[in-house]
């Protein structure tokens, strides 16, 4: 397949879904787990959910860049824009997620803050080019795939001379994340049989770092790519290895992930950047080796050096279930919240924030609204 409308066609959708439910073995169930919100809003755009045997359930997981970002790190961020009166700028959805006291940056740039949303680390350093006479904070924000970008912004920073602009770092790292969900020992934690390992990270990353979830967990992985009908065959590849009993790291998206990954990004992230010896992760807690902080090397580009604040504890949005989501503990619907007080005009927690948070799926494309989706009768 050469073009995107073959990995929508409805035809080979309707076949694979086929292949799947006669694969799937009638006396038991599937949860596969879709660690990346482009997964999840695939799920419910496309409506892949309901071409799936009753017996086979998605569960949703941490994998938004936004929607893991504890609040304390929202409400510094907001006051590194007020009290040392930079110019911050991010990407668009993170200027709507609510903080500890419900404020976003949004709210602080109401109220005078210069806050800027940007669609690139290049558009950030614009800014700072253009206006030499103001210091410029990037609110960097992101997995695998947005790091290599901020590294290079830093590169450009540094060849130019740029003496105001900086970074305040919140890269988070995924295999430590999924290293934390499938070993939760909470009461509560949610049970999974494979997992759909993600695309853009992986294209970074390659395949090679998932290989301790077959060893360590002896669950298959499947890495997925966006569309449809990748998800749907990486469910079929899942399906096979578990009824085989096999666990394995398997590359659907082999158009775009080699096992290596790309080795030029990782090089350019590594000179920019070392592992935090902890993170704090919205849903997950405090987790070792699970982000990355700006080397010593490149201390004058740390705002958070040149620009401290003091770091408060994270408070969540009374009722809100974002945590207990980002677990997949927890769906959407199953917050009181949900549709009522929250909604995507008034989010009350990332997850309806985010283009890719579960709650913003679940509303945006109204399925949950069907009471006879496979989700519902897989409940
Ligand atoms: S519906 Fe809103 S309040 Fe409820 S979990 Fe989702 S984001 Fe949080």
Known sequence: MKYIDEFRDKELA????GAIAAAAAPDRE????????????????YGVQDLMPANLRFVHGPGCPVCVLPTARI????????RHGVTLCTYADMMRVPGGDRRSLLKAKAAGADIRMVYST???LNIARARPDRQLVFFAIGFETTTPPTAVAMKQARAEGLKNFSVFCNHVLTPPALRAILASAEPDSVSIDGILGPSHVSSVIGSGPYGFVPVDFHKPVVIAGFEPLDVMQATLML??????????????????VTPEGNRKAQALVDDCFELWDRFEWRGLGFLPSSALRIRNEYADLDAEIRFPVESGESREVKGCECPSILRGVKRPTDCKLFGTVCTPENPMGSCMVS??????AYWSYGRFRDA???EGRAA
């Open 14 to 17: 309707r076949k694979l879904g």
């Open 30 to 45: 599937y949860r596969l787990m879709e660690f990346c919100g482009g997964h999840t809003h695939a799920i419910f755009r």
């Open 75 to 82: 409400d510094a961020a907001i006051a590194l824009a007020e």
């Open 122 to 124: 290049q558009d950030a």
């Open 239 to 256: 399906i096979r290895q578990i009824n085989e009993g096999r666990c394995e790291v398997e590359n659907q998206y082999r158009r775009a």
């Open 355 to 360: 283009s890719e948070g579960a709650c913003a």
């Open 372 to 374: 006879d989706t496979n």
